[in-house]
């Protein structure tokens, strides 16, 4: 139902994050809730253009700094033997924090405000890596936020500014919800969306959520 796709665009991110210098080396329905998208880099002009200005300041309803809400979610996610995204709590803030957005915003704040309570015992690591929540918590928070950050900070889903299909190249086409071009063959799961075809080819337009997910 709410299947977004945990698989690892976010290998594009470390890499950058690694090529850039930076300080360090988010699975589907019924598991942790949404997932998906790829991550940002140094080359995307539509990073810049969608990101807040600073990380550290901004709160959200619940007082909550966005600098705490990094350290939630990392601190929450990198469970021992769990390596498939980052390698430390300080390389995931580091990294997560350039994806900043306000177009994800809402269920960033719904995110980790819901992940803050969880305990040890709410989480396990899967197959290859990735950290999982057991049971029913946070299933309807939990990737929806911050895989639509790293989908909106990945220049194949959030590329150059468009009004039409036109306006893009290639096969990309233009996302009616984010203004921004998205090519067809991308993993974007999160992205914001308000039609199938603000999608590339594999996803769907969730209504309920406004985001991109599987199928």
């Not at 690694?18 to 949404?34: I, L």
């Not at 769990?82 to 704040?109: E, G």
Request: aromatic share 6%.
């Amino acid at each position: 139902m709410k299947q977004l796709v945990w698989s690892l665009p976010l290998a594009f991110l470390l890499a950058c994050s690694a090529g850039t210098g930076s300080s360090g080396s988010d699975n589907g329905e019924g598991g942790g809730g949404g997932e998906g998208g790829s991550g940002p880099g140094s080359s995307s002009s539509s990073s810049s253009s969608s990101s807040s200005s600073s990380s550290s300041t901004s709160s959200g309803p619940s007082g909550i700094t966005e600098m705490e809400r990094l350290q939630v979610y990392c601190e929450k996610t990198m469970l021992a033997g769990c390596p498939a995204w980052f390698t430390s709590t300080a390389q995931c803030v580091d990294i997560m924090s350039k994806t900043q957005t306000d177009l994800c915003q809402d269920k960033w704040v719904a995110e980790t405000d819901c992940l803050g309570k969880t305990q040890a015992g709410d989480w396990a690591c899967n197959a290859v890596g990735e950290p999982e929540l057991v049971g029913t918590v946070c299933r309807d928070e939990y990737g929806f936020g911050s895989y639509c950050r790293i989908a909106v900070a990945t220049p194949a889903c959030h590329g150059a500014a468009c009004m039409y299909n036109s306006d893009c190249s290639g096969d990309a086409g233009c996302n009616e919800a984010t203004g921004h071009c998205v090519e067809a063959s991308a993993e974007c799961g999160g992205l914001p969306c308000k039609y199938n075809a603000d999608c590339p080819s594999a996803f769907k337009c969730n209504d309920a959520l406004g985001q991109c997910v599987l199928p």
